[in-house]
């Protein structure tokens, strides 16, 4: 599949007349907690030529693939991707810091060090807990519960306790994240991880009462401490401004 990647990447190269800095798996494959039937959300960040960031004309910034049962495919023009930094939008941080790389120019182990100047630890966490939030009043089946949710609940949680703890971009991988639970809990969402690397993306399991408790627990107690982080100041343009430049002389 690393090869078949690879050729899409090139042949949207082709196409497009862009330049693909980074690609990169985003989504549970990223994660460590996919299913066999999990589909590849492969990411990237592209160059167009000088030439097309000089127009007066508003230009197109992403490209978008249509998805079907084994791709979900799209990028962000660099331009953009260093406007989002600006604002530490938190998705960015999970493709600078994705464990899958399919692709990766010598420029971009600068921008990760640049990125984390313009971290904002209160953004990382509202961004987590809409995530849980969301997730948490999805579809519950009596009795039941998909495996995917449990993990889709737990993971921007334990995400939002890092960067309270730590004020860092979370890791990306689940696995460096357990750490974070406590031990009663542990062998359980171990087994659950078990269990969903083996079942289809819509297998369930039987409601487990402590761990329901321990999202909705949670979640209340990162909501009352995200309110307590203050806000950070704005970090200044230019080193974004000097690295999208020294992008194109290399």
């Given amino acids: 599949m690393y090869q078949k990647i690879c050729s899409r990447l ?4 082709r196409e497009q007349t862009v330049q693909i800095l980074y690609a990169v798996e985003s989504g549970s494959r990223a994660w460590g907690f996919d299913a066999p039937d999990s589909d590849y959300d492969v990411r ?9 960031y000089l127009r007066l004309e508003k230009t197109r910034d992403v490209l978008e693939y249509p998805i079907d049962a084994i791709w979900d495919v799209n990028g962000w023009d660099l331009q953009k991707a260093l406007r989002l930094l600006h604002a530490s939008n938190p998705t960015l941080y999970e ?5 899958i790389i399919y692709r990766e120019a010598p420029l971009i182990a600068q921008l990760r060090t640049i990125s984390l100047e313009y971290f904002c630890p209160k953004a990382g966490v509202y961004h987590y807990l809409s995530m849980a939030r969301n997730n948490l009043v999805r579809e519950k089946m009596e009795g039941e519960q998909r495996i995917k949710q449990y993990f889709y609940q737990l993971r921007p949680l334990l995400a939002s306790r890092w960067i309270l703890q730590q ?6 991988l689940f696995s460096e994240l357990l750490p974070l639970l406590p031990g009663a809990l542990l062998p359980v969402v171990e087994q659950l991880l078990a269990q969903k690397r083996q079942l289809c993306e819509r297998g369930t399991v039987a409601a487990i009462p402590a761990l329901d408790g321990y999202l909705r627990e949670q979640l209340s107690d990162l909501e009352i401490q995200a309110k ?10 230019e080193a974004l401004d000097a690295f999208f430049l020294c992008a194109f002389t290399g």
């Fill in 10 to 13: 090139a042949a949207i190269e």
């Fill in 44 to 52: 990237f960040l592209y160059l167009r030529p000088q030439s097309y």
């Fill in 95 to 99: 493709w600078l810091h994705s464990p």
């Fill in 167 to 172: 004020r860092t971009p979370p890791p990306v």
């Fill in 228 to 237: 307590k982080l203050p806000a950070s100041s704005r970090v200044g343009w």
